[in-house]
Nanobody, 126 residues
Framework: QVQLVESGGGLVQAGGSLRLSCAAS????????MGWFRQAPGKERELVAS????????YYAESVKGRFTISRDNAKITVYLQMDSLKPEDTAVYYC???????????????????WGQGTQVTVSS
């Protein structure tokens, strides 16, 4: 069992930055591929970024490539999402999630993630 708690959301102006954190419980954090999803009002939840267990492989949605960076600190059992050059269309609830995969594996589908955080709101004003 893994529990995930997100933090770091808030209100920011367009062009600004935020760093989201996801603190995990349990000693098996390094066994999980981690992902960040987001869900805007009236839209489906979508994958923003995924990071392999080894932290050697990443995936980013086209809409955030070059602006967002996912990272993890296994010693601190935390995964981060650094968000730069934020746009109003980045406004959403952001969720951290964990799933099982190979050491270098990336998970791209929502159903592949087993554990989810409660979400943190990010609002980007124009």
């Amino acid at each position: 069992q893994v529990q995930l708690v997100e933090s770091g959301g808030g209100l920011v102006q367009a062009g600004g930055s935020l760093r989201l954190s996801c603190a995990a419980s349990g000693r098996t954090f390094s066994s999980y591929t981690m992902g960040w999803f987001r869900q805007a009002p009236g839209k489906e939840r979508e994958l923003v970024a995924s990071l392999s267990r080894s932290a050697g492989n990443t995936y980013y949605a086209e809409s955030v490539k070059g602006r967002f960076t996912i990272s993890r600190d296994n010693a601190k059992i935390t995964v981060y999402l650094q968000m730069d050059s934020l746009k109003p269309e980045d406004t959403a609830v952001y969720y951290c999630a964990a799933g099982l995969s190979t050491l270098g594996g990336i998970l791209r589908q929502l159903y592949e993630y087993i554990y989810w955080g409660q979400g943190t709101q990010v609002t980007v004003s124009s």
